[in-house]
């Protein structure tokens, strides 16, 4: 497995997104097992969870706690950063629900640890800014964390280029990591990709192949994907990850999966070397 950086930590250049095994649709726990265990033997190093990956409200935390249970039965679960979040809430309605506040936050990083079964977790992110908090308020939560030893680095999610700035300074140079949606489908988040390639920190994409319910229509959406894929023999999701990898070596993107063959495909994206037309024509669509 190819290798790239968040913070002082070498990862896996193809992390997983965990949030398909937790919430509508998800499979049952053996599948999602199985699935977090193929990750590893692929060589997969960063897990991406979050307090509100669940689907009921009764069940706050379900992803995180799986994941503890399926690192804890593998001999490489040692070995992978667990990236979780907190700032979002799910009712138990479908909806998501927004609380930043200094004190959600500290509470939902405690809760996190012990769901974790760790002493300090190792990325904790700020998921989603939330309006009727200063922005700068979230941010010192994350910066108390840091500074108490609950945290090793601090990220955040759906970030703008100004919010991103305003994080780094707040932590003292300290920001890691910035998730945000990007794929195909969604390319807004190019200035905060080139920003992060700018400050040298980690630009995970999430939702990098369109969506639960879209990623499958990837090849058939954007026809520069599927016919670069057909000439590497690939899947049209693999190249797209290639193309994800080859835009900034500080891109680590996270693919989310709920079964042991999506994952495995994914991971091989970063064995693809696409050529530098190949980039281009993907730049393009």
Wanted: hydrophobic letters at 40%; glycine letters at 10%.
């Amino acid at each position: 497995m190819h290798i790239r950086r968040i913070g002082d930590i070498d990862v896996s250049a193809i992390g997983l997104g965990a949030m398909p095994m937790s919430i509508e649709g998800r499979p049952d726990e053996a599948r999602s097992l199985a699935t977090l265990h193929a990750a590893l033997d692929a060589g997969v190093t960063l897990v991406d969870t979050a307090d509100a990956y669940h689907r009921d409200a009764h069940e706050v935390g379900h992803n995180e706690t799986l994941i503890a249970k399926a690192l804890a039965s593998h001999d490489r679960g040692g070995d992978v950063l667990v990236a979780t979040k907190g700032g979002h809430l799910r009712p138990g309605d479908g909806s998501w629900t927004l609380d930043g506040s200094p004190r959600h936050l500290k509470e939902a990083c405690e809760a996190s640890l012990r769901r974790l079964g760790v002493e300090a977790i190792g990325l904790y992110q700020f998921h989603r800014p939330d309006p009727k908090v200063p922005y700068a308020e979230s941010v010192g939560a994350l910066r108390e964390l840091l500074d108490e030893g609950k945290i090793r680095m601090a990220g955040i999610s759906n970030a703008d280029p100004e919010q991103i700035r305003e994080a780094n300074g707040i932590l003292g140079g300290r920001l890691v990591s910035v998730q945000n949606q990007f794929s195909p489908a969604f390319r807004s988040s190019e200035p905060e990709l080139r920003l992060c390639d700018e400050l040298g920190i980690a630009f995970l994409p999430w939702s990098p192949l369109g969506g639960i319910t879209r990623a499958g229509e990837l090849g058939s959406s954007y026809a520069p994907f599927a016919r670069i894929a057909e000439r590497h023999g690939v899947s049209p999701q693999r190249v797209c990850l290639a193309w994800m990898l080859a835009k900034s070596p500080v891109v680590v993107p996270i693919p989310g999966a709920s079964r042991p063959e999506t994952i495995r495909d994914s991971v091989a994206a970063a064995d693809l070397t696409l050529t530098t037309e190949e980039v281009a024509e993907l730049d393009a669509v």
